[in-house]
């Protein structure tokens, strides 16, 4: 009878969930690709850099949101998505949701809250852009510290969309099931406002959960 007893309980217990994960915590130049996006900007739009001092707690990546010049509406979005951190629903198997963490911080004399520089945890599949919009609050922070997200699932994430009232759209989202594509991923800065801004980043994680 406790031989049987063992085997429905073991029958009733839930799938054990599987992690994969993909992080940095020197951000080189040469393990990241920039794609800077802009709506009504008149020049590049942005950059990005590695420094290699002076992050939580030393090497770190700088991204820079150029000045709109006046122009209104004005929107700039710098993208920087990991070859490296790459995962393959078809293959590796569905995804059941995505843990997302960062340490921020901003370099600008001004600050980056109220309008600044929001963050925005992204994938790219397919050649298309998704991200994740925190909401409030948004904006990078002053001094180091920890942003994390959990639980997030492929509706979550809209693809890029730069328009006068919005960064994405909600109903287009990226495929976390076997039929989906492989999924690179990253992280995005993103300015509204007719000044430049500059943004930190380090210690970047992405923790995929299996089912």
């Known amino acids: 009878m406790k031989k049987i007893m063992v085997l429905i309980l073991l029958g009733l217990a839930a799938p054990a969930q599987a992690q994969v994960s993909f992080s940095d915590t020197t951000f080189l130049d040469a393990d990241w690709t920039s794609t800077v996006l802009a709506l009504n900007h008149p020049g590049a739009g942005g950059f990005t850099a590695h420094v290699a001092s002076g992050g939580n707690p030393a090497d770190?990546?700088?991204?820079?949101?150029?000045?709109?010049?006046?122009?209104?509406?004005?929107k700039v979005m710098m993208i920087e998505v990991k070859p490296s951190a790459v995962y393959d629903p078809s293959t590796q198997g569905p995804i059941l949701s995505l843990s997302y963490s960062e340490d921020q911080m901003c370099a600008s004399a001004d600050g980056c809250v109220g309008g600044g520089q929001t963050w925005l945890p992204v994938c790219l599949q397919a050649g298309?852009?998704?991200?994740?919009?925190?909401?409030?609050?948004?904006?990078?922070?002053?001094?180091?510290?920890?942003?994390?997200?959990?639980?997030?699932v492929a509706a979550d994430f809209g693809e890029v969309l730069l328009t006068a009232s919005?960064?994405?759209?909600?109903?287009?989202?990226?495929?976390?099931?076997?039929?989906?594509?492989?999924?690179?991923?990253?992280?995005?800065?993103?300015?509204s406002l007719a000044s430049g801004r500059t943004g930190r980043i380090d210690n970047w994680s992405v923790v995929v959960m299996e089912t």
């Open 166 to 191: 919005g960064l994405l759209d909600p109903g287009s989202n990226p495929d976390f099931s076997t039929t989906g594509s492989p999924i690179q991923f990253g992280y995005a800065r993103a300015n």
């Open 128 to 152: 298309k852009f998704y991200l994740h919009s925190p909401g409030a609050p948004s904006g990078v922070l002053d001094t180091w510290t920890t942003r994390s997200l959990v639980g997030l």
């Open 60 to 74: 770190h990546r700088a991204l820079t949101t150029l000045s709109c010049a006046g122009n209104n509406p004005c």
